[in-house]
């Protein structure tokens, strides 16, 4: 499940009452936190052609209590450093933004909630430094690889609706101290390096890579936090947000291996728009999650006898009752179609043309993204040129036989890139 939402940006006048103030007390430089330049949140989106965008802000291990007025300091101020108020996807509200234009600012909160400053910037630029207050707390924090007896000692001391923070290299965990203290036992960097591995496999099949390519991996966050009890885990920008009673699937290594509801949310995360349209919101992103249930040797979600079965009756049938879209209408055209029917048809892409094929799938869509002129416009149109293009095949008949329907233009455009015709058996592939 995926939700669009946007971090609020606070100005001076608002509520939360972000001011500059000349005769503010000395901050304690000596506490002061080291932030490196990250990329702009915008140009990492439209660079990998995501929906979705990670996040550009980094933890700082602080948070202030609700309504409690604070400083905060920055040696290198300007409109490249913002102070982010609250976690994506934890607490009532939006995670709140304030511009730190000036060396010092007074801010206060009505919320209150972890602390997070986003610094824009190239790899090359020196990091800024920023100071907070007395009137600032250290939360219970633990950043993968680093002793736990701190953290340990501090989320034992924690009133239970305190916020807790645990990164990784990829990701930043946000949760309640008393969640943590019911379900976080174990090795906890390993779990830890399990999200990182998770997210890794998933980048993996967007064909990204580790080098300084147009196609290598983000360094921005992922954050995973805790919801309200009872709802839907959901995906939007920056964050998956999970159900406070859902969290014992995703807090235990053994969990994460068979959690196909984290896999399915941080697939969300690595969509890209140039090939997705509204119907396939809810298939494509298992192309993700499929690729992880391989990688920890699960058994897959796709089975022979109900999902491969159910698509070769849809395939059976006449040409004009074969609409793709209408897989997931609340009256398909067979019964027990669904979401998983629509997946067998990405999944026979894969089985017919290697694994090579969604990585070069995803490259092609980020070309996309950055020069946008593309005479074939996204959504169905995109995916049956581009899926042509990567597996080196015309796969007007395959796409035909799945009810996509492609008209004259799109048609053109696949004959015009010169290519043998599929494999005629795509359509019998199964897993």
């Known amino acids: 499940m995926k939700r669009r939402t946007f971090l609020t940006l606070v100005g001076s006048a608002a509520l939360a009452g972000c001011s500059t103030d000349k005769s503010t007390p000395p901050v304690d430089i000596a506490n002061g936190i080291s932030i490196s330049a990250l990329p702009s949140e915008e140009s990492e989106q439209q660079r990998l052609g995501r929906t979705f965008s990670l996040a550009g802000f980094q933890p700082t291990g602080r948070a202030i209590p609700a309504g409690t007025e604070f400083f905060v300091e920055v040696d290198r101020p300007g409109p490249h450093v913002e102070l982010v108020i609250g976690a994506p996807g934890f607490g009532p509200t939006d995670p709140r933004v304030h511009p730190l234009t000036d060396k010092r600012f007074t801010v206060t909160d009505a919320e209150g909630g972890p602390l997070h400053i986003r610094h824009t910037g190239q790899a090359s630029d020196e990091p800024v430094l920023v100071s907070f207050g007395p009137s600032v707390r250290e939360l219970p924090f633990h950043r993968l690889g680093q002793p ?17 923070q645990l990164p990784s290299e990829r990701a930043v965990f946000t949760l ?19 999200y990182d591995e998770i997210i890794g496999v998933e980048d993996a099949i967007s064909g990204e890579t580790d080098d300084d390519s147009p196609d290598r991996r983000s360094p921005l966050l992922y954050y995973v936090s805790q919801g309200n009890p009872g709802e839907n885990p959901n995906a939007t920008s920056y964050r998956v947000q999970y159900p406070s009673d859902s969290l014992d699937g995703i807090l235990t290594v053994d969990g994460l291996h068979t959690s196909w509801g984290m896999w399915h949310e941080l697939g969300h995360m690595h969509q890209q728009s140039a090939w997705e349209w509204d119907a396939v919101t809810e298939v ?85 993204s950055t020069a946008p002129n593309s005479e074939i416009p996204t959504g169905k149109d995109y995916l049956m040129w581009a899926s042509s293009k990567a597996s080196g095949a015309d796969l007007t008949g395959f796409f035909t036989a799945w009810g996509l329907r492609p008209g004259e233009s799109v048609r053109a455009a696949i004959t015009a890139l010169g290519l043998p015709p599929s494999r005629p058996d795509l359509t019998e592939l199964r897993s």
Do not use: C, K
Not at 176 to 191: E, F, M, P, T, V
């Open 148 to 164: 736990l007896d701190v953290w340990e000692q501090a989320l034992a001391a924690a009133e239970d609706s305190a916020p807790v």
């Open 176 to 194: 309640s101290a008393a969640a943590a203290r019911q379900y976080l036992h174990g090795d906890i960097d390993q779990l830890l390096r399990t």
């Open 284 to 368: 494509t992103v298992n192309i993700y999650s499929l690729a992880v249930q391989r990688h920890f040797g699960e058994p897959s979600r796709l089975t022979a006898e109900t999902e491969f079965d159910t698509a070769a009756q849809f395939l059976a049938l006449p040409d004009d009752q074969r609409d793709y879209d209408a897989l997931a209408a609340d009256h398909p055209p067979i019964p027990n179609a669904g979401f998983f029917t629509m997946l067998v048809m990405f999944e026979q892409l894969r089985l017919g043309y290697g694994d090579d094929f969604y990585p070069n799938l995803h490259r092609l869509a980020r070309r996309r």
